[in-house]
Structure formats: structure tokens, C-alpha cells
């Protein structure tokens, strides 16, 4: 497992919930629910992303100004479309990409050739995961009855478009782009 400082295992019996599961997964996505917001930060990403999607990063990263006016713009959009998002009770599936809060490895992750990237500061491991696992074949499962809870943000700059925290992103988003050129 590899977890944020800032999550909370509060059930019990999570760890035998875990050790009894039968999976061929290489990466285990538990519910991960903001402490901050009540929102369910799995599955990250359900499919891989779209040409549209790399467009959009590739402009969100340009510039900060420029990724400034595009967040707070699709910060506005979403408030309006997904007024009825998680209606349904979430269940376990294959999912393109899971929140780098807390993951869970099997070994085949590595016995396949997955490692834990460390060539970026903080913001990427999602990123980098999922394209390791595009590229080996692997699998992420999302798996909603592991719960954990993660009070975000509390080790960084807080909530909202700051300027360090851009550019740690940023630095990130290049870092994957050039070793995982397929990705973005």
C-alpha cells in the first residue's frame, strides 16, 4: 500500500476485508471520501483520456494565468452538469486510472514491471500508475467496500488554484508526458 499521510482507516475490519478479496488486479482502488467535501475520489478516471481531455491539459499547463481562467471555467461547467452525479450505490470495476491518495499493489504490479515513480514532487501518482498499467496490460479495480477517509490537503497549501501547487502539478504533467508519451 501506499497511502497519504492525511487518510484515516476507520473500519475495523478493512484489513481482513482486504486479505479475503480474490482479484486479478494489479491495483486495488478502495472508496476514498474527502474528509473536506463528502466527495468520492474514486474511481479517478473511469476510461483513458480523450484527445479532447490531452488538449486540455496540454493548454491547463502552459501557463499559469491561462490554467487559472480554464480551471475556474471547468470548475463552473461541472457545478452545472453534475448536479445528480453519485445517485447510485458504487460497485467494483475496472476503472483507466485511481486516486493516488492511498493504492493498494498486488505483487504481480511488480513481478510485471510497475514501480513506484518517484521522478516528480507530490501530484502525479494517478497518472503515472495508470500509465504504467496502460502499458504492461495491467489492471486497476475499484473497490467500494474498502473505505477510507482522506482530509486533503491538510499537508499542503490547502484548497484552490495556488501558484506552488500549479507548479508542482505542472512539473508533474511534464514528467509523465516525456516518459509516458502515450498518455497525454
Avoid at 467496500?145 to 500549479?166: A, Q
Amino acid at each position: 500500500m501506499v497511502s497519504n499521510n492525511d487518510i484515516e482507516i476507520k473500519e475495523s475490519h478493512f484489513f481482513q476485508k482486504l486479505l479475503a478479496m480474490e482479484s486479478e488486479a494489479q491495483v486495488l482502488a478502495p472508496d476514498i471520501i474527502s474528509r473536506v467535501t463528502g466527495r468520492h475520489q474514486n474511481p479517478h478516471r473511469h476510461s483513458a483520456i480523450s484527445k479532447c481531455q490531452k488538449i486540455q491539459y496540454r493548454l491547463l499547463y502552459s501557463n499559469y494565468y491561462f490554467g487559472l481562467l480554464l480551471h475556474y471555467s471547468r470548475k463552473f461547467i461541472k457545478s452545472i452538469t453534475a448536479s445528480k452525479a453519485r445517485l447510485s450505490k458504487p460497485v467494483k470495476q475496472r476503472i483507466f486510472s485511481a486516486h493516488g491518495a492511498f493504492l493498494i499493489f498486488d505483487r504481480s504490479y511488480f513481478e510485471k514491471g510497475g514501480h513506484i515513480d518517484d521522478g516528480y514532487f507530490l501530484f502525479g501518482e494517478e497518472d503515472s500508475v495508470a500509465a504504467q498499467c496502460a502499458d504492461k496490460d495491467m489492471k486497476i479495480l475499484f473497490c467500494p467496500d474498502l473505505k477510507v477517509y482522506h482530509n486533503e490537503h491538510i499537508s499542503t497549501e490547502g484548497s484552490g488554484f495556488k501558484k506552488r501547487t500549479y507548479h508542482l502539478q505542472q512539473n508533474a504533467y511534464r514528467y509523465i508526458k516525456t516518459n509516458f508519451p502515450n498518455f497525454y
